[in-house]
């Protein structure tokens, strides 16, 4: 199914100005948000995306010259193959992925012609593991310690990753002599070349169990359920990711892999959250917003008092300092943004009516509510 035009979903045109496109976008998040009566979940993803482009200068450029295509996505489905659409490279460089010639064996065959040594069994370590951790709204504002649980291959306790039954030592590995290495000659269009690669039996170090042993069988690991304490920090967002080095799965000879958690936060009823600002709606009734007065606020750090000044529109954006997100760099905390919506009554009595038709027909110079 085709995608909708971004423009089209939050309900604006093509001209619409960035504040335009920022009330749009949180006048739709409220009424579609999942946690609310009422509320869409689909659209609320939809309206979400559609903003995540539009927002960005740079982004809606590219959109409106190449469309979905532009900012990362074909305009069928997200596992598309054009426009690498649906597929995030961005935590490449954080897992120091490197690439080689799969079962061609040119890598090492190049490698070794050139007086190298083969990198495919080289710096051996134990296998990533990812994660995913999800957290309230709150969790994430004001930071919390969780433990995650996970299965994974650790040291054994046996024999404290050695590989040896306790009360037995190493010894020279038979297939390499001790050295880690083993050559092999391999016949290509350029002749007899030698190739160096790991040592298999003993994995690059050299060195065997004179006993393997009786709980790992040799492995120096052991499955086993394995708990993390994670202090997540203040402020962090929805989908961040946190890398814990050296503590994925442990393996023989080697350094443990590494732990990455990808943090999903919830959405909240009330907030909707942009950087690091806090974002909500407050309904003020017609008098009030006329006439001015104090409301209540509903904040992450509790409820307090705003005053609004007569005459006041609905769309009318307050801003209230120090009362966001929390920077993770810093001891600052961004803005909680609240955003008036002015209720008509559908429901008057009489005298009610009376007293709205007598304004009406007495505005005085700058008309009704002006």
Avoid: W
Wanted: hydrophobic residues 30%; proline residues 3%; charged residues 25%.
């Amino acid at each position: 199914m085709a995608k909708r035009d971004y423009y089209e979903v939050l309900g604006v045109s093509k001209n619409a100005s960035a504040d335009e496109i920022k009330k749009a976008f949180r006048r739709l998040a409220v009424q579609y948000h999942p946690d609310k009566e009422g509320g869409d979940e689909s659209k609320f993803k939809e309206i979400n995306e559609a903003y995540e482009v539009l927002k960005d200068s740079d982004k809606r450029q590219r959109y409106d010259q190449f469309g979905h295509a532009g900012v990362g996505g074909a305009s069928g489905s997200a596992g598309g193959a054009s426009g690498f659409g649906g597929y995030d490279f961005g935590g490449f460089q954080s897992q120091n992925i490197s690439f080689d010639f799969g079962d061609m064996g040119l890598g090492d065959i190049f490698s070794s012609f050139f007086g190298g040594q083969s990198q495919r069994q080289g710096n051996r370590k134990g296998r990533d593991i990812e994660t995913l951790l999800e957290l309230t709204f709150e969790q994430a504002v004001f930071g919390v310690t969780e433990t995650i649980k996970l299965n994974v291959e650790a040291e054994c306790v046996h024999c404290k990753g050695s590989g040896a039954e306790p009360g037995y030592s190493l010894k020279s590995c038979p297939t390499c002599k001790g050295r880690g290495q083993v050559t092999t000659a391999t016949r290509t269009i350029f002749g007899n070349i030698q190739q160096v690669s790991t040592c298999q039996t003993c994995h690059g170090s050299g060195k065997v169990p004179e006993k393997n042993c009786t709980v790992c069988g040799g492995k120096g690991v052991k499955r086993r359920e394995q708990k993390v304490e994670l202090k997540i920090p203040a402020g962090i967002d929805d989908g961040a990711t946190i890398r814990l080095r050296e503590y994925g799965e442990a393996i023989l000879n080697g350094p443990k892999g590494d732990l990455f958690v990808h943090i999903r936060v919830r959405p909240h009823k009330k907030f909707t959250r942009e950087g690091d600002l806090i974002l909500s709606h407050e309904d003020i009734d017609m008098v009030t917003a006329a006439l001015g007065g104090e409301i209540k606020v509903e904040t992450v750090y509790g409820p307090i008092t705003m005053k609004v000044p007569a005459g006041t529109q609905s769309g009318t954006d307050f801003k209230l300092s120090n009362h966001g997100v929390p920077h993770i760099k810093s001891s600052q905390r961004g803005a909680h943004i609240v955003t008036i919506d002015v209720k008509t009554p559908t429901k008057l009595t009489k005298r009610q009516k009376e007293l709205l038709e007598e304004f009406k027909n007495n505005p005085g110079k700058h008309g009704f509510f002006h």
